[in-house]
């Protein structure tokens, strides 16, 4: 099992910045890659970043430029850096990790850090 807890949420105004840490924990050792996903109220959860643990990353078109998602093995954390912060940023955001380096599904998530953006 592996214990995903994140942090740093909050509320910024628009254009801020905001980083998030996901602290990772338990069988870490099997997890290839993880993730950022959020949830707007009335939305569907959306992928927002992921990182391999060769490193490659990718984004959703709407983050790219503004966000960096990167990861800290020493910590055993990851990262999002948040930048240019919008209103539409606004969600909730949840770390999630996977046994495998790509595809659709997720393993093991966060219990999520609220993001709220002021306009």
């Known amino acids: 099992q592996v214990q995903l807890v994140e942090s740093g949420g909050g509320l910024v105004q628009a254009g801020g910045s905001l980083r998030l840490s996901c602290a990772a924990s338990g069988s870490i050792f099997s997890i290839n890659a993880m993730g950022w996903y959020r949830q707007a109220p009335g939305k569907q959860r959306e992928l927002v970043a992921f990182i391999t643990s060769g490193g490659s990353t990718d984004y959703a078109d709407s983050v790219k430029g503004r966000f960096t998602i990167s990861g800290d093995c020493a910590k055993n954390t990851v990262y999002l850096q948040m930048s240019s912060l919008k209103f539409e940023d606004t969600a909730v955001y949840y770390c999630?990790?996977?046994?495998?380096?790509?595809?659709?599904?997720?393993?093991?998530w966060g219990q999520g850090t609220q993001v709220t953006v002021s306009s």
């Open positions: 999630a990790a996977r046994h495998t380096a790509y595809g659709p599904d997720y393993d093991y």
